[in-house]
């Protein structure tokens, strides 16, 4: 079992960044893509970003390409979405989540939330005008 714990949410003013960190327990994920979704109030949960193992694929989606980045430590566990340019409509509680597959090697295959086995319990952030 993989336990996933967000961190590093708050609230911010619009402009304004973030940096969040997802740690990884229970076992190593450094096999497994990882992707960052999010879900506004009354809103759909949506995919941010995701990233394959070795980090050689990354997918954005276009509301937030250019702003975020995606990254990976694997000697960590851990996975990371840094916020730039914040925007209200940005606001939203983020998630972490792992894939079961090894070694996936395109970031396109885990856009949907169903390729997803692990999730974190998700981080609030507020991005106010």
């Known amino acids: 079992q993989v336990q996933l714990v967000e961190s590093g949410g708050g609230l911010v003013q619009a402009g304004g960044s973030l940096g969040l960190s997802c740690a990884a327990s229970?076992?190593?994920?450094?096999?497994?893509?990882m992707g960052w979704f999010r879900q506004a109030p009354g809103k759909e949960r949506q995919i941010v970003a995701v990233i394959t193992w070795s980090g050689g694929s990354i997918y954005y989606a276009d509301s937030v390409k250019g702003r975020f980045t995606i990254s990976r430590d694997n000697a960590k566990n851990a996975v990371y979405l840094q916020m730039n340019s914040l925007d209200p409509e940005d606001t939203a509680v983020y998630y972490c989540?792992?894939?079961?597959?090894?070694?996936?090697?395109?970031?396109?295959?885990?856009?949907?939330?169903?390729?997803?086995?692990?999730w974190g319990q998700g981080t609030q952030v507020t991005v106010s005008s």
């Open positions: 229970g076992r190593t994920v450094s096999r497994n893509a």
């Open positions: 989540a792992a894939t079961q597959d090894a070694y996936g090697s395109r970031s396109y295959n885990y856009l949907e939330s169903g390729r997803y086995h692990y």
